[in-house]
């Protein structure tokens, strides 16, 4: 993600908001602050992201990248976990609280409203 931010930066150098960005992520990332300094602007098409999330812990994702030919400098990009893997458990596991959630929430709208 570094690396496409760094040739984000690069085609809109003038950006406040990526600018601030750039800027809390530096402050608050060692691992990014050393990706940053790399300079490396190369887009990665396929490969695989590790993500912490604060409900389910560690996910290893596969991502691909896709090209959107109607919008030119945009891509699709899509996370996926092999079927029997930890990440794809942690992933259900996640889906099932968040339909719990949205239920709880529901019920309490209707409770008050």
Known sequence: MAAKLRMEAG???HDEELIALVGELST???L???RWASQ???LHWSGRKRVRHPIVGQLDLDVESLALPAE???H????TAPAGTP???NLAL???WAATQQTLATEIEAHNG
């Open 11 to 13: 085609r809109s150098p």
């Open 28 to 30: 608050c990332s060692e």
């Open 32 to 34: 990014f602050r050393q």
């Open 40 to 42: 490396d602007v190369r």
């Open 72 to 74: 030119p400098g945009l």
């Open 76 to 79: 699709l990009n899509v996370y």
């Open 87 to 89: 990440t794809a458990d």
């Open 94 to 96: 996640l889906a099932s």
